[in-house]
C-alpha cells in the first residue's frame, strides 16, 4: 500500500531523500497543481542534513616553552685536541699530528636566542671564527659551528644542557682539512645587558 497517487504521477520509493524530495517537487505541480507544491516545500523535511563547513584550521605552533632561553648569552669554550684511534694503515694520522697545539685553548661565544628557539651567533678563538646556528628545545641547546675562514678554522657541533641559570655542555670541531680533530667544553650564561 503506497500513500501516493496512481496513474501517470506515481513516483517510486526512492532510498535517498534528496531524490524522493526533487522528485516529488518535480510532480507535484503536474499531478495537484501550484498550491500543493508550496505546501510540500514549506512542511517538507530538509532532504539532506545541513553539512557544516568544518572550522578553519589554524596552525598552531609548539607550545611555547617557558621562555627561559630567550635573550643573548655569552660564554667560553676550552678547546683540547681529540685523539681519534685509528691506526695509521686504515687512515689515522701519525701521533705528532694528533697532539698539535694548534686550535687549543679558551674561546668565546655569543648567541642569540628567539622566542621561537632558534638560536643564532658567533665563536672565535683558537679553533678560528665559527657562525653558530641552533636551536633550543626542552632545555637542550643544539647547534653547528660552520667555519667563517674559507679555507681555515675549524667547523663542528655543539650540545649543551640548561644547568640552572647557565647552559654547559660540550662540543666537536675538525679542520677544514680533516687532519685536526678538537674537543671541548662550553659554559654559557644569559647577559644581563
Known amino acids: ?6 496513474g501517470p504521477c506515481r513516483a517510486r520509493r526512492w532510498r535517498r531523500p534528496a531524490v524522493i524530495l526533487s522528485a516529488a517537487l518535480a510532480v507535484v505541480p503536474a499531478c495537484h497543481g501550484k498550491e500543493a507544491r508550496r505546501e ?9 542534513p545541513a553539512v557544516r563547513p568544518p572550522p578553519p584550521v589554524t596552525p598552531t605552533a609548539t607550545p611555547p616553552q617557558d621562555g ?13 685536541p681529540h685523539r681519534i684511534e ?7 694520522l701519525p701521533e705528532w699530528k694528533v697532539e ?6 679558551p674561546g668565546t661565544l655569543t648567541l642569540v636566542a628567539s622566542a621561537d628557539g632558534t638560536v ?6 683558537p679553533l678560528g671564527k665559527q657562525e653558530v646556528r641552533g636551536a633550543f628545545e626542552e632545555g637542550v641547546l643544539s647547534a653547528r659551528l660552520v667555519s667563517a675562514g674559507a679555507s681555515s678554522g675549524y667547523s663542528g657541533t655543539l650540545v649543551a644542557r640548561r644547568d640552572g641559570d647557565r647552559v654547559v655542555g660540550t662540543f ?22
Open 100 to 105: 698539535g697545539k694548534t686550535g687549543t685553548g
Open 172 to 193: 666537536e670541531a675538525g679542520s677544514t682539512d680533516g687532519h685536526e680533530a678538537r674537543t671541548g667544553t662550553i659554559t654559557l650564561e644569559k647577559s644581563t645587558r
Open 86 to 92: 685509528l691506526p695509521p694503515a686504515q687512515g689515522g
Open 1 to 6: 500500500m503506497s500513500d501516493h497517487p496512481s
Open 120 to 125: 643564532t651567533g658567533h665563536a672565535e678563538g
Open 68 to 80: 627561559w632561553y630567550v635573550g643573548t648569552w655569552t660564554g667560553s669554550y676550552q678547546s683540547v
Open 40 to 48: 510540500l516545500e514549506t512542511t517538507a523535511p530538509s532532504a539532506a
